[in-house]
């Protein structure tokens, strides 16, 4: 696993469903600073939400809920215009995607990473894969463009091997196989799909793995003020270990709209699992 930086030639839809993060150091969003600016004086969320969260589908920002009106109002601008470039952004380098992909959440991320206190769940700082559990993706793969808008400092990740690396040492001590078996009746009773239902599983489990936690294969990755970066967070582990001031985008993409779809995580988990998950 690596961090690719985008160049003339680079074939980003190969780099990020190997379980790369293609890298853009200077991005140049077109945003102005006085509009960074303003997110930057959002230390919390006003509320008991982990982030701040702009729904592009619907128009609406949650999360600054005791936040003032006008606060709240120019969020909400900001966070619209961030969402439509980094859209465009991801469209440009990997346009095989965009006539399907699900245009999903937006979230600015405002709070310091490093030594953040949360549940073991919502923990960012121990490596995972990502799973929504109110948002199922029923087999699409989750697509997301980061930036990092702190005037000078670092954002710091942990990566480890992407998910056809370890599927197959964890997945069914994570519970692969009485998901697949629960998967009629989940998707009766629940209207999740098994493959939804494992990822959840899987996303908490690897939180709590401590040999996982201690012993998996690691790669440190800074990204630099101004940088953006894409990855399919479901395919490679990751965690957060500093930062502060990042927005993300996310998207989901098909598996038939990979150009090797063999590698979606829910293709290597039917392999695995000898079942339709979805």
């Known amino acids: 696993m690596r961090a690719i930086p ?8 190969q780099a990020v469903e190997a379980g790369n993060v293609v890298l853009l150091p200077n991005a140049g969003l077109p945003l102005a600073e006085e509009d960074w600016e303003v997110l930057r004086g959002i230390r919390e969320t006003g509320s008991y939400h982990k982030n701040v969260a702009y729904k592009p589908c619907f128009d609406k920002l949650s999360g600054l809920d005791r936040m003032p009106a006008a606060t709240r109002e120019r969020t909400h601008s900001i966070l619209r215009r961030f969402s439509e470039s980094a859209i465009e ?92 078996a629960r998967g009629f009746f989940l998707r009766i009773l629940s209207r999740r799909s098994a493959y939804d239902e494992f990822m959840l599983a899987f996303h908490d489990y690897l939180k709590r793995n401590t040999d996982f936690q201690t012993n998996c294969p690691k790669y440190r990755l800074e990204f630099q003020p101004g940088s953006a970066w894409i990855v399919f967070t479901d395919v490679v582990p990751h965690a957060v270990e500093a930062g502060q001031f990042a927005v993300d985008q996310t998207l989901i993409v098909p598996r038939e709209s990979l150009a090797s779809p063999e590698q979606a995580p829910i293709s290597i988990l039917e392999k695995m699992a000898g079942c339709s998950l979805a």
């Open 6 to 13: 985008f160049a003339p030639g680079v074939d980003c839809h």
């Open 89 to 180: 952004l991801a469209a440009r380098l990997l346009p095989r995607y965009q006539a399907t992909w699900r245009v999903d959440y937006a979230s600015l991320r405002p709070v310091e990473e490093a030594g953040r206190k949360l549940p073991l769940k919502k923990r960012n700082d121990l490596l995972h894969t990502d799973a929504f559990p109110t948002r199922p993706t029923s087999g699409g793969l989750i697509l997301r463009v980061f930036y990092n808008f702190h005037p000078s400092k670092s954002r710091v990740w942990l990566t480890s091997d992407p998910f056809a690396s370890i599927a197959p040492r964890y997945a069914a001590d994570a519970g692969l196989e009485a998901i697949a």
